[in-house]
């Protein structure tokens, strides 16, 4: 994992949403509530995936998500990248919307998931894509350009940079910094399911607090007592005093809807991972990301922990071979691509023109 992997312990401020598609036959289209964006379903090692696609032809751009999202997450990326002449392509994470969700946890590992995202190119009939990627979709997207360098023309990571290898494994910086207080991703990684509990007993709880910018007005906590035994995470989050207005309420309605169909338990086992996925990276051959790459995020996203353009560049210059960027977008969170589309489709249309493709 990356060696910035413990800013993360300031909180990741996620989530988006999750398409439901009618059930058909997996080469038939259905139906999909953004214009121009279609969906249906593919096999991908060994899962059925659902995925949404925009643009008939042109270079394969595949959009990963991350939690608790889905391809919606990128409703804004599909259109703009199929209108500059781009295949673009977000599929429902393995675990989300209509994806397969494997019921083990171990089956959520970084090999499963950067296999999957090969096997869609290889069911898509193409041999390259341009990897794209938003939190946790980062971390596999990350991983993705370094198992498979020779399937990927290039990688475009959000929110989640990179620092190669770390040394030990962020459970353990995580477990002696928290010790008995509350993290959530220590939280997440009780196996007594605690976390996903919670999280399906109010989607709506929990999302309208992660869907936020940084200046969002929130009401008071309602669980301030920092021990773990006090409870779990949504009272730690202060309820939102109205929408942002790059969230709508049928958005956040669609979201939630979905997630109560859904549950947590895909997404909630990706965390359960970290340790495992810490041990897989110590077998690479090399750690090393050698594609094209650029780094998008929020200035304000909680992730990147204050760090500016120049302390990304230096510290993931040391193991990416050609970094290409660092794009902060000011007063911008977490949920950059959709807090920020015009920003963000400008970075990434610019970066894909650079590829020659």
């Known amino acids: 994992m990356s060696r910035l992997l413990p800013l993360m312990a300031l909180a990741l401020l996620l989530a988006a949403g999750v398409l439901q598609a009618q059930q058909g036959d997996d080469n038939m289209n259905s139906q999909s509530p953004v214009d121009g964006v279609t969906s249906r379903f593919i096999e991908s090692n060994g899962i059925r995936m659902r995925i949404f696609e925009a643009g008939d032809t042109g270079p394969l751009v595949l959009l990963a998500h991350g939690w ?11 259109t703009a990248l199929a209108d500059a002449g781009y295949r673009a392509v977000a599929p429902d994470m393995r675990g989300y919307g209509e994806t397969d969700a494997p019921p083990d946890f171990d089956d959520y590992d970084i090999i499963d998931l950067t296999d999957d995202m090969v096997g869609i190119v290889d069911a898509l009939g193409e041999d390259t894509a341009v990897m794209v990627g938003h939190d946790w979709g980062a971390i596999v997207a990350w991983h993705a350009v370094v198992r498979y360098p020779e399937r990927f023309d290039g990688l475009i990571a959000m929110s989640v940079p990179y620092g190669g290898t770390a040394q030990r494994s962020p459970m353990d910086g995580w477990r002696e910094t928290f010790g008995d207080n509350f993290f959530y991703i220590l939280y997440h990684n009780e196996l007594s399911g605690a976390a996903e509990a919670e999280y399906d007993s109010d989607p709506r709880g929990l999302i309208s607090r992660l869907y936020l910018s940084p200046r969002s007005p929130r009401e008071a906590p309602t669980i301030t007592d920092p021990l773990r035994s006090a409870g779990g995470w949504i ?16 958005d956040l309605d669609y979201v939630v809807g979905q997630l109560e169909q859904a ?21 690479y051959e090399s750690d090393r ?3 094209p790459t650029i780094f998008i995020a929020g200035a304000g996203d909680l992730v990147i922990g204050g760090a500016t353009v120049e302390q990304l560049t230096a510290t993931m210059s040391r193991v990416i071979d050609d970094l290409r960027g660092v794009v902060l977008i000011p007063e911008i969170g977490h949920w950059v691509q959709q807090e920020a589309p015009a920003e963000t489709n400008a970075a990434m249309l610019e970066f894909l023109a650079d590829l020659d493709l």
């Not at 549950?263 to 077998?283: P, Q």
């Open 263 to 283: 549950g947590f338990r895909g997404g909630v086992n990706y965390y359960r991972n970290f340790h495992r996925n810490w041990e897989i990276s110590l077998e």
């Open 68 to 78: 608790p999202e889905s391809w919606y997450n990128w409703r804004h990326q599909l």
């Open 235 to 250: 009272g730690r989050l202060g309820a939102p005093v109205g929408l942002p207005d790059w969230l709508s309420q049928e």
């Open 289 to 291: 990301v050698t594609v």
